[in-house]
C-alpha cells in the first residue's frame, strides 16, 4: 500500500523543573493509505506526546522535537512555519482527543463549533458550513441533527459528545485521524459504536488512521497493524494478527496476558510488577528489563536493535538475537509456564452477615421548570461481609449516584439504607468515613489541585490519627503508592504533573489509607492501563482476604466485573434490572439489557472480534423496567412481569443471532 506518513527518528523532551524528561525517544513507523495503526501501551510511554508531535502540537518551549523527518506527503512537517502547521491541523490532519469535555467549548454551541473549522480551511459561506455540520452530525450517528446543533455540549451525553468531537475532526476530510483514547470512558455499547463509527469513516472515506488507546479488545476490533510502546520507544510492531498470536517483545506477552477473559475462572490476574522507569534518566539497556520476569544479562547493558520476526513484524528484544539459544527461549517459557499454574483458582467465598442493605432507594434533582430527573428510582439489593457487588449499566444509569448515596454524599428523596444494621443518616459522619470510603470516577476533579500528593493520601490518616510520627505517616504514604504502581518519590509532586492513569492511583491509594470495612469504586480502573488494571484488581482481592474488605464495584469494563464480582447488579434508567451471582450472569443472561451490554463487549482476540456472535438487538425500553424484581433461578433475579418470568423459566435465555 501507498505511504500516507513516515516517521524517523522522532525524539521528543521536555525541560522541567527537576530535569530533561525523555518521552520519545528515536520512534520510527510508517502509516499507509486507508490503514488503521493502534498505538497501545501504559501511562507515560509516550503515546499521546508522540500523536500531538505529528501535529506540531507540542509546546516549545518547555517542549524540543528532533528527529530526521515526519513525511507527510513528501514534505517534512518537522521543517514546517507555525502558518503552514495552523493550515495542516484539522485540513490535512485532526485530532480526536480523549475527553470530549476538556475538547468543546461550553459557551458555544455545537454548530458554532463544527463550522469554525470548516470557515478557517475553507472558501465557503457560513450558510453551507452550517449544512455541512449538520451533514457531519448525522453521518456520526446524531439523531435529528438539525434540532441538536443548536444545543450546547452540557445537553449531550459523553458518548455523543465525542460523537461531536468526532464531527469536528472530519470537518475539512483529514487525510489522518489521530484518536487519543477515544472510547475510554465511555460504556461498552456506546463504545462498540464510535468503533464501528471508526471503521465506517474509514471505509467510505479512505481515511488513515492513528488509534491510540489501552484497550486490547478494541485493538483486536479495530486495528490492521499494532505499535507496542514502553518507555518513549516502539518496542514491537506489526500486523494486529501476529502481535496477538505470536507476541515476541516480553512486554507485549505481559500485557495480553493481564487482560481479564471472560471464561476465566482464576482469582488472580496475571500484572506486569514494577512500574515503567524514570525517563529523565532512562536505563542505558532495555527499559524494560528490570521488570521483566526472566531478562538476559545483555537487557541491562545495551539497548536491543529492531528484529525482523516476519517482513511485517518487528520487535526490540534481545530474545530475537541469533545467538540466544533455544534453551534460552525454553526456559523463560518455563518460567511462563509456572507462573500460569501458580495462578490462584477461585475459592468458594464464605460470606459473613449482611453488611449494607438498600431498599426502595430513589434520588431525584430538580432540573428547573418543572423537571425532575429520577437518577434512582426504586433500587434494592444487598451487600454481604467479604463480598465484591458488581455494579453495571450505561452512563446515566444512576450507577455513580448509587453508589454516593451509600456514602452519604446526597441525601436520598426516598427509601432506606442500613450499614450494619443501623440508619446510614443516623450515624456520625467522621465515624462513618472511617468506615466506609469511595474511590472516585474523575481523577481530576477529586484531588486538591494545591496539595502534594503526600498530603492528599494522608488527609484521612490525619483526620482519624492514624500514625505516631511524620516518619510513620511518610512510610505508610510511600507504601500506598508502591502497592498502586507509583514510585515513593512522586509523593512530593503535586496532582497536575502526573497523567490520569497515574492521578487515578493516588485516588485509589487515599481510599485505602484509612483501612475502611466497605469501599464504593466508582469506575476506579476506566483511566488505567491494563498491566496496571491487574494490579488494582489483585491488590483489591488481596486487601479483601486479609482485611475483610467488602466493595461495591461500579465499572462499565464488564470482564473486569465478572473477574472481580461474587454478584452482579445491572442498572437501566435508575432502576435495577437484573442481580445474579457473577459466572452466572455472564453464562445465563437474561434481560434483553443484560444481553446488549454482554454483547458488546470487546475480545482481546482479532479472529473472534471478527466472527463473533452478537445479542439480538431487543427494545427493552417496555421490558422489565416496569415490572418487578421476581426469582427466576436461584439467586438470579430479574425485573418482569409475571408473563416475562415463565417465559424466561421455560427458554433459559434469548438466542444468540449473526452480528
Request: aromatic share 6%; charged share 25%; hydrophobic share 35%.
Amino acid at each position: 500500500m501507498d505511504k500516507i506518513l513516515s516517521v524517523k527518528n522522532l525524539s521528543v523532551s521536555f525541560d522541567t523543573y527537576a530535569g530533561v524528561v525523555q518521552a520519545v525517544r528515536n520512534v520510527s513507523f510508517d502509516l499507509d493509505k486507508g490503514e488503521t495503526l493502534a498505538i497501545v501501551g501504559e501511562s507515560g510511554s509516550g503515546k499521546s506526546v508522540m500523536s500531538k508531535s505529528l501535529m506540531g502540537l507540542i509546546p516549545q518551549p518547555p517542549g524540543k522535537i528532533d528527529g530526521e523527518y515526519i513525511q507527510y506527503k513528501n514534505e517534512n512537517i518537522l521543517s514546517f512555519s507555525k502558518g503552514k502547521l495552523r493550515k495542516l491541523r484539522g485540513s490535512e490532519i485532526s485530532i480526536v482527543f480523549q475527553d470530549p469535555m476538556t475538547s468543546l467549548n461550553p459557551t458555544m454551541t455545537v454548530k458554532n463549533q463544527i463550522i469554525e473549522g470548516i470557515l478557517t480551511h475553507n472558501r465557503i459561506s457560513k450558510k453551507k458550513a452550517v449544512a455541512r455540520a449538520i451533514e457531519l452530525l448525522g453521518l456520526v450517528g446524531i439523531h435529528e441533527p438539525e434540532k441538536r446543533i443548536n444545543q450546547y455540549p452540557h445537553q449531550f451525553s459523553g458518548g455523543m459528545q465525542q460523537r461531536v468531537v468526532i464531527a469536528m475532526a472530519l470537518a475539512c476530510d483529514p487525510e489522518i485521524l489521530i484518536a487519543d483514547e477515544p472510547t475510554t470512558a465511555l460504556d461498552v455499547t456506546v463504545q462498540a459504536q464510535v468503533i464501528d463509527l471508526f471503521k465506517k469513516i474509514q471505509k467510505e472515506r479512505g481515511t488513515s488512521i492513528v488509534f491510540i488507546t489501552h484497550d486490547l479488545g478494541v485493538v483486536a476490533n479495530i486495528a490492521d497493524r499494532v505499535a507496542v510502546m514502553y518507555a518513549g520507544k516502539i518496542v514491537e510492531i506489526g500486523k494486529v494478527e501476529e502481535i496477538f498470536y505470536n507476541p515476541s517483545h516480553p512486554y507485549t506477552k505481559g500485557l495480553l496476558k493481564a487482560m481479564p477473559n471472560l471464561r476465566d475462572s482464576n482469582s488472580r490476574l496475571m500484572s506486569i510488577p514494577g512500574s515503567p522507569p524514570n525517563l529523565m534518566h532512562p536505563p542505558a539497556g532495555d527499559a524494560f528489563a528490570l521488570r521483566n520476569k526472566a531478562p538476559l544479562k545483555i537487557d541491562f547493558l545495551y539497548h536491543p536493535p529492531m528484529f525482523k520476526v516476519t517482513d511485517t513484524h518487528e520487535a526490540a528484544t534481545w530474545l530475537l538475537h541469533e545467538k540466544v539459544g533455544q534453551e534460552v527461549e525454553n526456559e523463560i517459557e518455563d518460567i511462563l509456564l509456572t507462573e500460569e499454574e501458580e495462578k490462584e483458582s477461585v475459592d468458594q467465598k464464605v460470606l459473613g452477615n449482611k453488611l449494607l442493605e438498600v431498599t426502595d432507594l430513589k434520588q431525584h434533582f430538580n432540573a428547573g421548570q418543572n423537571n425532575e430527573v429520577r437518577a434512582v428510582d426504586g433500587v434494592s439489593f444487598e451487600i454481604y461481609e467479604g463480598e465484591t457487588f458488581g455494579l453495571v449499566g450505561e452512563s446515566g444509569c444512576g450507577k455513580s449516584t448509587t453508589g454516593r448515596n451509600l456514602v452519604n454524599l446526597y441525601e436520598a428523596t426516598g427509601g432506606e439504607i442500613y450499614f450494619k444494621g443501623e440508619r446510614l443518616a443516623k450515624k456520625n459522619k467522621v465515624e462513618l468515613h472511617k468506615q466506609i470510603q469511595m474511590i472516585f470516577q474523575d481523577p481530576y476533579s477529586s484531588l486538591n489541585p494545591r496539595w502534594t500528593v503526600a498530603d492528599i493520601i494522608a488527609e484521612g490518616m490525619d483526620i482519624h490519627g492514624l500514625y505516631k510520627s511524620e516518619k510513620e505517616r511518610r512510610k505508610k504514604v510511600e507504601d500506598l503508592l508502591e502497592t498502586v504502581g507509583l514510585n515513593p518519590e512522586h509523593a512530593t509532586r503535586y496532582p497536575h504533573e502526573f497523567s490520569g492513569g497515574q492521578r487515578q492511583r493516588i485516588g485509589i491509594a487515599r481510599a485505602l489509607a484509612v483501612e475502611p470495612e466497605f469501599i464504593v469504586a466508582d469506575e476506579p480502573i476506566s483511566a488505567l492501563d491494563v498491566s496496571i488494571q491487574a494490579q488494582v484488581i489483585n491488590l483489591l482481592n488481596k486487601l479483601q482476604k486479609e482485611q475483610g474488605l467488602t466493595y461495591l464495584f461500579i465499572a462499565h469494563d464488564l470482564s473486569m466485573v465478572k473477574h472481580i464480582s461474587d454478584r452482579v447488579g445491572v442498572m437501566y434508567q435508575g432502576r435495577m434490572v437484573e442481580i445474579a451471582p457473577s459466572d452466572e450472569l455472564y453464562e445465563n443472561p437474561l434481560h434483553p439489557y443484560t444481553q446488549s451490554l454482554l454483547g458488546a463487549i470487546p475480545v482481546p482476540d482479532p479472529n473472534s472480534e471478527k466472527t463473533r456472535k452478537k445479542f439480538k438487538d431487543v427494545t427493552w425500553e417496555k421490558t422489565g423496567v416496569e415490572g418487578e424484581m421476581r426469582e427466576v433461578f436461584p439467586d438470579h433475579f430479574v425485573s418482569c412481569t409475571e408473563e416475562e418470568l415463565e417465559m424466561y423459566r421455560k427458554k433459559g435465555a434469548f438466542e444468540l443471532v449473526d452480528s
